[in-house]
């Protein structure tokens, strides 16, 4: 087998060289609505998803390109999940985008670019390719946060963006620069054997533990380190909102795993303690914070916020004990959790592009209102998002914190069983902004009369969003299952 094994990364060249095409054919195309460029995009999106299904279905791990990446079947599964993420948020994105005229060939190129930086972080093996794929994410989305580039709000949202992200990237850097230091090595498994011998100044580890730590905190938006999560939500085009929102939301799950679990194992007492402060943290802050909020974007961003503490909380209690069992139970639960916030995040919002039209942004919650009336049917969708992301029963979110709370209470530590009912209790203060949204949809009179107008495409796509976040709900254990299989094959020595 040749070293280099570029089969490993089929995908991602694919994915790359198809990018470039998109940029090439976009340069001669004059439609309006960019409909070659769009559907190039789609075929992509659709091709490179279908590869990484088939490679998880293989079920191989697979070392390539020198031991730089590995080919596995988490780093697929997230993979299929994170171009499906890319393709619906770019089904939505077209009408929102044509009337505000950033329908543009960079919108497409450099959503593939920033798909391709999370895939090179979900595979990565190495120090180096997991922040060269951090920073290629980041960089295109920065650059798509400023695409309007006449609004004042979104460039200032950029700024904003680029100045907090810039210092994540450097503390996570810094953070592995200490781990080289004293390690002597960038790859993820040698820096596991090396710690494992017990050689390496604790002191110089646990120093990069805490930078790696803060700086995924801050790419996950995890409280303390959120505090560009609302501004940049907000100030964002909701387009963009969406892309940051969703997709790399699966990349920091997998890096976080790829560094702390795989890597830095043997660190497990340091790191798990600052995850379960981040965990209480979130969950307040978020939870509290979102209760007075009016703007949409900016209550889901808070949101996003107090649901990343759910899912931190599930991540620290996977090194509890010395059970394989519960720890692949802890981290399967995590990465589902993972996977339908990314589902529910892009209905929620997509029911806001989806009210918003040329010269009005359906930001505040008082846009929603009267909406039963408007549109029953996207009430009702509404409806489903709001319940799962509060975690309220037959809806994916209400599967995903049960499993996790069961995770939690399966260490039969007190102080973890303390956790999850602190956890719970901060849901119940969480589920009171969710319903207020449903209360202005079911009871308040509309103040916009305007028929809502979108696509087929649009409309089909929230539909089966809908039905996708009750169904996996109702019916969750395909879904855990493939879960299960990513972490068991992760977690295989």
């Not at 190039?40 to 091709?47: E, N």
């Not at 009005?360 to 009267?370: C, F, M, R, V, W």
Request: neutral net charge; charged residues 10%; contains cysteine.
């Amino acid at each position: 087998m040749n070293s280099m094994n570029w089969l490993t990364a089929f995908p991602e060249i694919v994915l790359l060289v198809m990018a470039c095409v998109v940029a090439m054919v976009d340069l001669w195309v004059t439609d309006e609505q960019r409909r070659p460029t769009y559907w190039l995009t789609q075929l992509t999106l659709v091709v490179v998803g279908a590869m990484h299904l088939s490679y998880f279905y293989e079920g191989r791990s697979e070392i390539g390109m020198q031991g730089m990446i590995v080919s596995d079947p988490m780093g697929h599964l997230l993979g299929f999940f994170a171009c499906a993420a890319t393709l619906v948020t770019l089904v939505y994105a077209r009408p929102y985008a044509g009337v505000r005229e950033i329908l543009k060939g960079e919108l497409f190129t450099l959503s593939l670019f920033s798909l391709l930086g999370i895939m090179v972080m979900l595979q990565a093996n190495n120090f180096l390719v997991i922040y060269l794929g951090l920073e290629l994410m980041s960089l295109s989305l920065y650059a798509l946060v400023a695409l309007r580039r006449d609004h004042a709000v979104s460039t200032e949202a950029a700024m904003k963006y680029f100045v907090l992200g810039a210092l994540a990237s450097g503390f996570l850097l810094y953070g592995l620069s200490m781990m080289y230091g004293a390690t002597g090595s960038l790859d993820i498994p040698r820096v596991f054997e090396v710690i494992a011998t017990g050689a390496p100044n604790k002191a110089v580890l646990v120093f990069g533990v805490v930078f790696v730590v803060a700086g995924l905190a801050f790419k996950l938006g995890a409280a303390p380190f959120h505090m560009w999560v609302p501004d940049v939500y907000q100030g964002a085009p909701t387009v963009m909102t969406l892309l940051i929102g969703a997709a790399p939301k699966l990349a920091s799950f997998a890096i976080t795993i790829r560094l702390l679990v795989e890597g830095m194992l043997g660190l497990a007492f340091d790191w798990q303690q600052m995850l379960l402060v981040l965990a209480v943290i979130s969950l307040i802050v978020g939870n509290l914070a979102a209760i007075a909020q009016t703007n949409l974007k900016r209550m889901l961003a808070y949101s996003t916020i107090a649901q990343m503490g759910f899912m931190l909380l599930s991540l620290a209690s996977g090194v509890v004990g010395d059970s394989k069992d519960l720890t692949a139970n802890a981290y399967s639960s995590a990465l589902f959790y993972a996977v339908t916030y990314v589902l529910t995040t892009l209905g929620s919002f997509g029911i806001i592009l989806l009210l918003s039209r040329q010269g009005h942004e359906a930001e505040e919650i008082k846009d929603l209102a009267g909406l039963a009336k408007r549109s029953p049917w996207y009430a009702l969708v509404m409806t489903i998002f709001m319940f799962s992301l509060a975690g309220i029963p037959p809806t994916a979110g209400f599967y995903a914190k049960l499993s996790v709370l069961q995770a939690v209470i399966a260490t039969n530590v007190p102080f973890y069983i303390g956790l999850a009912v602190v956890a719970v209790l901060l849901s119940l203060v969480g589920a009171f902004y969710y319903l207020r949204v449903i209360k202005v949809m079911f009871f308040d009179e509309p103040t916009d009369t305007a028929p809502i107008q979108a696509p087929a495409d649009v409309r089909a796509v929230l539909s089966l969003n809908g039905v996708a976040v009750l169904g996996f709900g109702l019916l969750p254990g395909g879904l855990m299952a493939m879960c299960a299989q990513a972490i068991v094959k992760l977690l295989a020595p």
